[in-house]
T-cell receptor
Framework: GAGVSQSPSNKVTEKGKDVELRCDPI?????LYWYRQRLGQGLEFLIY????????KSGLPSDRFSAERTGESVSTLTIQRTQQEDSAVYLC????????????FGEGSRLTVL | SQQGEEDPQALSIQEGENATMNCSYK?????LQWYRQNSGRGLVHLIL?????REKHSGRLRVTLDTSKKSSSLLITASRAADTASYFC?????????????FGEGTQLTVNP
């Protein structure tokens, strides 16, 4: 596609449920990043992929968070047993490769945990 | 603590005035980038300045970098109401070259018509 696509754009869930957030990067971009943004705050790094590998998982806040990427394309961020503090906008970005400066962001998935 | 910290947190100006936002960081960098975020949207890349560069221009944007002071500034000249947005600096650090950008908390710019 022309840009980074994320789905769903909005998700409301109940505490304790699992959620999956999807990211379609720009075609041909080998690097893919997930960030979390709480209301009125900056971006918190979660994880990045180079190809299908995740060399840096240090930002994942707990073992309830996991992510995978297949076919050097689509990535899924899964949050298990959601908690209210997981409420945030989850932003995905891609870049041509890991050493390229500019990141292209999607519009984000807004998660609300009741 | 944040690698990049923007100052001020909020800035309100009149159309036509210049807006200056500052960013400070702690560790050595490969490059520093500025992004813009309209309310409820994703981030859009504005400009990248490498560690060996001191100044860069793009349209009405001017970015400076002072590696000795570990600081950068973003100047928007002749501001317009459409420039109203949050502006973030992001640092690409030598320890994690290319693997992540670390973002600051942002400056909320309001340009009044």
């Amino acid at each position: 596609g022309a840009g980074v696509s994320q789905s769903p754009s909005n998700k409301v869930t109940e505490k304790g449920k699992d959620v999956e957030l999807r990211c379609d990067p720009i075609s041909g971009h080998t690097a893919l990043y997930w960030y979390r943004q709480r209301l009125g705050q900056g971006l918190e790094f979660l994880i990045y992929f180079q190809g299908n590998s995740a060399p840096d998982k240090s930002g994942l806040p707990s073992d309830r968070f996991s992510a995978e990427r297949t076919g050097e394309s689509v990535s899924t961020l899964t949050i298990q047993r959601t908690q209210q503090e997981d409420s945030a906008v989850y932003l995905c970005a891609s870049s041509l490769d890991w050493n390229t400066g500019e990141l292209f962001f999607g519009e984000g998935s807004r998660l609300t945990v009741l | 603590s944040q690698q990049g910290e923007e100052d001020p947190q909020a800035l309100s100006i009149q159309e036509g005035e210049n807006a200056t936002m500052n960013c400070s960081y702690k560790t050595s960098i490969n490059n520093l980038q500025w992004y813009r975020q309209n309310s409820g949207r994703g981030l859009v890349h504005l400009i990248l300045i490498r560690s060996n560069e001191r100044e860069k221009h793009s349209g009405r944007l001017r970015v400076t970098l002072d590696t000795s002071k570990k600081s950068s500034s973003l100047l928007i000249t002749a501001s317009r109401a459409a420039d109203t947005a949050s502006y973030f600096c992001a640092t690409n650090t030598q320890e994690t070259s290319g693997s992540r950008l670390t973002f600051g908390e942002g400056t909320q710019l309001t340009v009044n018509p």
